[in-house]
Nanobody, 127 residues
């Protein structure tokens, strides 16, 4: 069974950096994508970034492009989200999720296409 466990959240000042980790297990092939999503209080969950596990292709939402970097470490079965130049509006619960239809389905941040979800980790950007 696919399992995803996020870690690395916390409190950071505006302009600071934080790195989130998503430990992934239970996959039977390399044909899948891992996405990061976030949900701020009172708002709908939104896609942040995603990466293909097999070839490392990436995709970013416009709101984080140039500030966030997604990467994967095959040896550790972990996907990272390096978040730089953080803003108060980045405050949210961050979730990682797995999409098992890649590459039949191109990299996407459409939430309903993701099959498995982690429990989330809180990120708070505040002075």
């Amino acid at each position: 069974e696919v399992q995803l466990v996020e870690s690395g959240g916390g409190l950071v000042q505006p302009g600071g950096s934080l790195r989130l980790s998503c430990a992934a297990s239970g996959f039977t092939s390399d044909d899948y994508a891992i996405g990061w999503f976030r949900q701020a209080p009172g708002k709908e969950r939104e896609g942040v970034s995603c990466i293909s596990w097999s070839d490392g292709s990436t995709y970013y939402a416009d709101s984080v492009k140039g500030r966030f970097i997604i990467s994967n470490d095959n040896a550790k079965n972990t996907v990272y989200l390096q978040m730089n130049s953080l803003k108060p509006e980045d405050t949210a619960i961050y979730y990682c999720a797995a999409e098992l239809d890649y590459p039949l389905v191109p990299l996407t941040l459409i939430e309903r296409l993701y099959d498995y979800w982690g429990q989330g980790t809180q990120v708070t950007v505040s002075s």
